[in-house]
C-alpha cells in the first residue's frame, strides 16, 4: 500500500514548493543538484509528540479546519494535527462579490494560527507528499507524522484533458492567462485585476460539465462581471459558455438576472461541449462552434484533488479519480483509518463549503464513535449557498438543501430543497452573515 514517489510525484512536490530533492536514484543522478539524503522528508517531523490517539488532517479548507475543531470538541483525547500548504486561509465563499467590491479581503481572510490556538489543535504549513498506510505514516516537506487516522481533505483540482488540452505548455499558459478563479487567492486575485482593467470588447467565461465547485458560482459570476463593466461604463460583453444543456441551479433567477439587469452585457451560450482553445487566436472550440473572446476566464472540469491519485487511492472507474470511500462514513473500503472528505470526497453532493461543513461535523463523530468502537446513524450533509446578482447595494438568491439515498437506484439525490430565485438585498445580507457565520465556526472556540 506504500506509495512510491516517482519521476510525476516528484515533479508535482517540487512544484508544491519541496525545496530539495528525494527521489529516485536515477532522477538523482540526473540531476545536478548536490546529493541528498533520499530519506530526507520520512524523517520524524519536528513536532510535539503526540498526546493521544493522534488524528492528521490534509487541507484546511470548509472541511479539514470543522473537522480539525470538532474531532478535538468530541474527543478531547485526540491529538489533532491540521496541514496545510498554504499560509493563510482566503474564502472561496462570497469572492465573486468581492471581485465586484462588496466587502473586504480581509472579509475573507483567516489566520491558521488563531484556527489551531483557538480549538486546541496542532497547524503545521506544510505539503503532504507521500502516505504509507502499512506504516499508518504520512510524509509531508516538513518529515513525516504518524498517524492513527488519516482524514484527506484536499479540495479539487482542475481537469483540463476533459477540454482538450493535452499539451503542457498549454495547460500552463491557460492558468496563467486565463485562470479559472475557483481554487486559490491568486487566480481570484488575478481575475478581480482583469475584471477592474478590462478595456472592453468579448470576455468569455465558461461552467464546466460534471460536478463542478459551486454549481451557482460560474452564473454568480457573470452577473458580478457584468456589474463591474456596467459601473465602468465600458463596451463590453461577458459571454457565458456553459457546457451543460441549460443553467445548472437556480436557472430561473438567473435568467431573470441575466436579461432584466444585464441584457446587452451577457450573452448565454449552453450544451457548448468544449473539445479544445486556440490561445493564438483567441478561440473556444466545440464540435460544432468556435466562440471568439478578447479574454476569457476558462473554469475546466473539476477532479478530487491530485494527491488522492498520487497516494494510489483512485477508483479507475471515477471521471474524477475519486476514491472508493464507503459512502454513509467516509472511510476507504479497504481501510476503517483513512477518510476522504470535502470537494475530494466520492459522494455526488454539492461541491459547497457548506456541504463541506455540515458534513464534517458529522463525520468527526463517525470517528469518535469509531474509536470507541461504536457506530452512529447516518445525517445528510446540508447544501447551502447564496448568489450575488447586483451590487451596490448587494442582492442574492439563495438555496438550501438535503439529500437522502435511494435504496433502489443505489445513489443521494436532492431532499427538501428550498429554493429563493427571487433576488434581494436581504438575502444579499444574509449571505454575508452566513459566510461571517462560517468563519467564527472554522476559527473561533
Ligand atoms: C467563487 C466561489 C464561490 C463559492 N460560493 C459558495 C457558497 O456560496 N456557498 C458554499 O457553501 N460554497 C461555496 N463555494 C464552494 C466552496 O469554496 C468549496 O466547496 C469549499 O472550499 C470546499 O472545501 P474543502 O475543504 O473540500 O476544500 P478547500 O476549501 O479547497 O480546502 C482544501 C485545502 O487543502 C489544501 N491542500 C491540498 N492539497 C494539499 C497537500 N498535498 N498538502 C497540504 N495541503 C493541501 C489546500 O491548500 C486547501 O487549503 C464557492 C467556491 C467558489 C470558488
Redesign the pocket.
Known amino acids: 500500500m506504500k506509495t512510491k514517489i516517482n519521476r510525476r510525484t516528484f515533479l508535482q512536490a517540487s512544484v508544491?514548493g519541496a525545496s530539495t530533492s528525494f527521489g529516485s536514484s536515477s532522477l538523482l543522478a540526473a540531476s545536478p543538484a548536490p546529493v541528498m539524503k533520499s530519506n530526507l522528508f520520512s524523517s520524524p517531523a519536528a513536532i510535539p509528540a503526540a498526546k493521544g490517539p493522534r488524528v492528521v488532517i490534509?487541507?484546511?479548507?470548509?472541511?479539514?479546519l470543522t473537522l480539525a475543531k470538532y474531532l478535538k470538541k468530541n474527543n478531547p483525547a485526540f491529538d489533532v494535527v491540521l496541514?496545510?500548504?498554504?499560509q493563510q486561509f482566503v474564502s472561496?465563499?462570497m469572492?465573486?462579490v468581492w471581485m465586484a467590491d462588496q466587502i473586504s479581503l480581509e472579509f475573507l481572510t483567516h489566520s491558521y494560527i488563531d484556527a489551531a490556538k483557538n480549538n486546541d489543535y496542532l497547524y503545521l504549513n506544510?505539503?503532504?507528499?507521500e502516505l504509507d498506510r502499512v506504516g499508518k505514516k504520512l510524509v509531508t516537506t516538513m518529515g513525516s507524522i504518524a498517524y492513527d487516522y488519516l482524514v484527506l481533505?484536499?479540495?479539487?483540482d482542475y481537469d483540463y484533458k476533459r477540454i482538450g488540452i493535452e499539451n503542457p505548455e498549454d495547460e500552463y499558459a491557460l492558468r496563467m492567462h486565463h485562470p479559472a478563479?475557483?481554487?486559490s487567492a491568486s487566480e481570484m486575485m488575478a481575475i478581480k485585476h482583469k475584471l477592474h482593467n478590462f478595456k472592453g470588447g468579448t470576455l468569455a467565461l465558461t461552467v464546466p460539465s460534471g460536478n463542478y465547485?459551486?454549481m451557482a458560482?460560474p452564473y454568480e459570476?457573470a452577473c458580478m462581471a457584468a456589474a463591474i463593466f456596467k459601473k465602468r461604463n465600458i463596451r463590453a460583453k461577458v459571454l457565458l459558455i456553459d457546457m451543460n444543456p441549460g443553467i445548472r441551479i437556480k436557472a430561473r433567477g438567473f435568467k431573470k438576472a441575466f436579461s432584466e439587469y444585464y441584457p446587452d452585457i451577457i450573452q448565454y451560450e449552453s450544451s457548448a461541449d468544449i473539445k479544445g482553445i486556440n490561445l493564438q487566436d483567441r478561440q473556444i472550440n466545440t464540435e460544432f462552434d468556435s466562440y471568439g473572446f478578447d479574454d476569457a476566464l476558462i473554469y475546466p472540469p473539476v477532479r478530487a484533488?491530485s494527491?488522492i491519485e498520487q497516494f494510489g487511492l483512485s477508483d479507475e472507474a471515477s471521471l474524477q479519480q475519486e476514491a472508493k470511500t464507503d459512502p454513509f462514513k467516509y472511510h476507504l473500503l479497504d481501510d476503517e483509518h483513512v477518510y476522504v472528505t470535502?470537494?475530494?470526497r466520492s459522494q455526488p453532493f454539492s461541491?459547497?463549503?457548506?456541504?463541506?461543513n455540515s458534513e464534517a461535523r458529522y463525520v468527526a463523530e463517525v470517528i469518535s464513535a469509531h474509536a470507541a468502537g461504536k457506530e452512529i446513524d447516518w445525517r445528510s450533509p446540508q447544501?447551502?449557498?447564496?448568489s450575488g446578482v447586483k451590487i451596490d447595494p448587494l442582492e442574492s438568491m439563495s438555496i438550501i438543501a438535503f439529500y437522502n439515498y435511494d435504496e433502489l437506484q443505489k445513489s443521494f439525490a436532492f431532499d427538501r430543497s428550498h429554493v429563493i430565485e427571487k433576488w434581494s438585498e436581504k438575502a444579499g445580507q444574509a449571505g454575508l452573515a452566513w459566510a461571517e457565520g462560517m468563519y467564527k465556526d472554522m476559527f473561533y472556540s
Open positions: 508544491l490534509v487541507g484546511g479548507g470548509w472541511s479539514g496541514l496545510d500548504k498554504n472561496c465563499p469572492s465573486n506544510t505539503t503532504a507528499i481533505a484536499p479540495g479539487i478563479g475557483f481554487n465547485r459551486c458560482a459570476r484533488a494527491i470535502g470537494d475530494s461541491k459547497s463549503g457548506n456541504t463541506a447544501t447551502m449557498c447564496f
